[in-house]
């Protein structure tokens, strides 16, 4: 993300030198610049003073570089590697030390407030103190310049800030000291602190008709005085009152955000673009939010890594999945949400889930298992047919993964894996029946699909949905460092068309690491949100289907005056629910905030105190959507359970088990009808960027009290519908099961005898299908038999009694069911 800077002449000349290995051989440096030949010291720097995400991942090979400075006298100095030395800019990240290599005390350090991703921090420092700098290698272990410059300290105008409450309040001049930081680089600012006695909804404007026609700047930080600030807010030109000289534009300020109680908030106008004196207004609005959490600590999830919430034994409830080393802990949801803690040791060596973890039942067992994505390859972990051990398989292929998923490509009813590619097109393996893997590269294996096929990757998030509701999936990609985002249209035919530019969403520049997607104003198709992780702000695109013709229509970017252009948080994970379950999707993103949909295509920001996003799901079968999110302080993982308090909206939650279909019903469309209209929701695995969520579909109503209909669009083209279901519960869908026997798409084979006690025939209709197996699911969608003898009698009398649905699969991968009953 990029910063202004204001950087200090140097004047000393570039000091070739490498630091060395640890804090104890840190070497001595002095003003001037510096050379960092690689990040490869064997001292990791912690605590981590700049920890927005996290410690260096294992399988990086955590390395640090150590230098220390000891000041000549009382300076303000800058440290940065957003120097021209750095062309194009390097992603790196620093902290800062006092104290002693056995008690290190952060002082400043700094990720990504530099131009292209690089670091930059400033901070007083006192003379004869020892100050310990050291590079890490969270996102490079490449070589760099970095300049450390002096300067004279000016009085922190924190110290002499105004104290002020609610009211106006009149700005003489500004004329103060200011310090520079992401949200504010003028020379001279007027500095106010304001402390809240309670929680609500703060406004701060100078949108005053007696401002009118001038030029404010607002800037709002939070830290201790003297010391480290956070920048909160900053607004430009957010007033609405015109300058009365015929500009149509106001320069006035107006900014609205939560505060909390007995913190200390710094309010700071400066002079960026005038000196004048104004008038400002302080008021303060009660906080209502659409839901309302509980948060609970559960200490014994001790996951090192992402985190997932999935039902993992089958029983339909939503179970919590961690992941350290070797070692899957379930937390299996019971009664009332209780939960009971599993360890399941896992034998060998597997690639940790430092950039994503997905699940789904990949072996069609009836229990899910995961997809653990690394920066240098993926492990799946497979249960067995009891869910009671997990076996570990590695493939091998090198993929700096990003988000991974679970999805059918080739709808042959067996779950594949994608993942995207940060440096290399994008990957996938096809899952051959057998639960065996086949590896591709889209553009470079023979016969691969075109799922992302720019060289340098830049792939962080795929998202798989049905965006032109022609019953298959589509692939969306998020793209970060330049390339656009891209829409692929699956025509159903294995081939993949990149539509990008047809559908308009080709915008540049664009920063994304996820978005959301979801059919955000209830009109049947699915919109889009890119989100913003920098550089650029959310874009919000509406899906303009037309299904009576043959054109591609393109999305219209409707972003202004949506509610998404006022949100000026970034972050990597955004993800689309219905939170407050009243029948409008939700966005979920950066900012400690949720964006309620209002209607209309309009959300509010409603902000959610140390709440982040995670992985999402309904830990206590409330209806309502959960949150678990890790929370790191000093490079510790604290993991959060935030519960949502039922409000007074109902909802239904629908669990699909594929027959014909993959066992998860991923990529199933939903569609529900009631005096609402229409909503609809696709099975996805893998949403945002990181996280693992629920398998399970949402659905808010609102005050609703009836739902005319459910329809469930399988993958393999079955539908089922329901009629006039009942609120608040869960309905537990089977593939195929409101069908008749006569109902299923048995024009190419037929079965004999049905009902039947020994064994089954099965007779083919169409003499130029051959088949290639067959298999038996019973009614909860687990696999009971399988056989590649399909010319011969299958035998079915240990079958308890019962229905059951007979699958067969021809030479081209297609699918056939028929029901049949046991007797």
Not at 490 to 510: K, L, M, Q, R, Y
Request: net charge negative; proline share 4%.
């Amino acid at each position: 993300m990029k910063r202004n800077l204001l950087l200090f002449s140097l004047l000393v000349s570039l000091q070739f030198v490498n630091a060395q290995q640890t804090c104890d051989t840190a070497l001595p440096i002095t003003a001037g610049i510096h050379l960092v030949n690689a990040v490869d010291g064997s001292q990791v720097p912690q605590p981590l003073c700049e920890d927005q995400y996290g410690q260096v991942p294992s399988e990086d090979n955590p390395a640090g570089k150590w230098y220390t400075y000891t000041p000549t006298g009382n300076f303000t100095v800058t440290v940065t590697s957003d120097i021209a030395a750095n062309t194009p800019r390097r992603d790196t990240r620093f902290h800062v030390y006092s104290g002693n290599c056995s008690n290190l005390i952060c002082v400043s350090g700094d990720d990504d407030n530099g131009s292209g991703l690089s670091s930059t921090a400033s901070f007083d420092v006192a003379q004869g103190t020892i100050y310990y700098i050291a590079w890490d290698n969270r996102w490079t272990s490449n070589g760099f310049s970095f300049s450390l410059s002096e300067a004279p300290i000016v009085p922190n105008p924190c110290l002499t800030a105004t104290p002020v409450t609610t009211g106006i309040t009149t700005v003489a001049s500004i004329n103060g000291n200011n310090i520079i930081t992401s949200c504010s680089n003028a020379s001279a600012a007027k500095w106010y602190s304001y402390t809240a006695n309670g929680n609500s909804n703060l406004t701060i404007t100078s949108d005053l008709p007696q401002n009118i026609c001038k030029d404010t700047k607002l800037s709002v930080y939070t830290g201790n005085c003297p010391g480290v600030f956070t920048c909160v807010t900053s607004d430009d030109n957010s007033g609405t009152i015109q300058c009365n000289n015929g500009n149509t534009n106001s320069f006035l300020s107006k900014k609205t955000f939560e505060v909390q109680s007995g913190v200390t908030y710094y309010i700071v106008w400066d002079n960026q673009w005038s000196s004048e004196g104004f008038d400002f207004q302080i008021t303060e609005q009660a906080i209502v939010r659409p839901v309302n959490y509980n948060t609970q600590l559960v200490s014994t999830i001790n996951s090192s890594y992402d985190t997932c919430i999935v039902d993992m034994n089958g029983d339909n409830l939503d179970d919590i999945v961690g992941v350290s080393g070797n070692n899957l802990k379930i937390h299996y949801q019971g009664a009332n949400g209780n939960l009971s803690i599993v360890n399941f040791p896992i034998t060998g060596t597997s690639k940790m889930p430092s950039w994503s973890i997905v699940a789904g039942d990949y072996n069609k067992d009836g229990f899910n298992d995961l997809v653990l994505g690394a920066g240098n390859g993926l492990s799946l972990w497979k249960s067995n047919t009891t869910g009671t051990e997990y076996t570990s398989v590695t493939p091998g292929e090198y993929i700096f993964c990003q988000r991974t998923n679970f999805v059918d490509l080739n709808n042959d009813g067996n779950l594949d894996i994608f993942s995207c590619h940060d440096i290399d097109p994008n990957v996938y393996y096809l899952n051959d029946g057998n639960a065996g893997l086949q590896y591709f590269q889209s553009g470079i294996s023979p016969g691969a699909y075109m799922l992302g096929i720019t060289e340098g990757g830049g792939n962080y998030a795929s998202l798989w949905t049905d965006y032109d509701n022609d019953g298959d999936v589509d692939l969306f990609i998020s793209k970060c460092s330049g390339p656009p985002s891209e829409l692929h249209r699956n025509d159903g035919n294995g081939i993949f068309t990149d539509i990008s530019a047809i559908a308009e969403i080709d915008v540049t520049p664009v920063q994304s690491w996820s978005s959301a997607v979801a059919d955000f104003d209830n009109d049947g198709d699915m919109d889009i949100v890119i989100g913003s992780n920098g550089s650029t702000g959310h874009m919000f695109f509406r899906n303009d289907l037309d299904k009576t013709n043959n054109v591609e229509e393109p999305f219209a970017n409707i972003t202004l005056g949506s509610g998404l252009d006022l949100d000026p948080s970034d972050n990597r994970d955004y993800i689309a629910y219905d939170f407050d379950n009243d029948g409008l999707v939700d966005i979920m993103g950066g900012g400690n905030k949720i964006l309620f949909n209002k209607g209309d295509n309009v959300f509010e920001s409603v902000s959610y105190p140390q709440i982040n996003v995670g992985a999402i799901g309904d830990l206590n079968n409330d209806g309502f959507l959960d949150i678990l999110d890790i929370v790191v302080l000093n490079n510790q993982r604290f993991p959060y359970v935030r519960y949502a308090i039922p409000n007074e909206n109902n909802w239904l939650k629908i669990t699909t088990k594929g027959i014909a279909s993959n066992s998860n019903g991923i990529g199933a469309r939903i569609e529900i009808y009631g005096a609402w209209g229409k909503q609809i929701r696709d099975v996805r695995s893998g949403e945002g960027f990181e996280f693992g969520s629920t398998l399970n579909t949402h659905f808010g109503l609102g005050t609703a009290t009836e739902i005319d209909q459910v329809v469930v669009k399988w993958p393999s083209g079955t539908v089922d519908t329901f009629e006039n279901v009942a609120i608040n519960q869960t309905l537990n869908v089977v593939e195929g099961a409101t069908l008749s026997n006569q109902n299923f798409n048995n024009g190419v084979f037929a079965i004999y005898p049905n009902p039947v006690k020994e064994t089954i025939n099965i007779q083919l209709k169409d003499n130029t299908i051959t088949l290639n197996n067959a298999q038996i699911f019973d009614i909860n969608g687990k696999r009971v038999i399988s056989t590649n003898n399909v010319d011969q009698p299958i035998n079915v009398s240990q079958l308890a009694n019962g229905s059951y649905i007979l699958v067969v699969t021809d030479s081209d991968t297609k699918s056939y069911s028929q029901k049949f009953i046991k007797e």
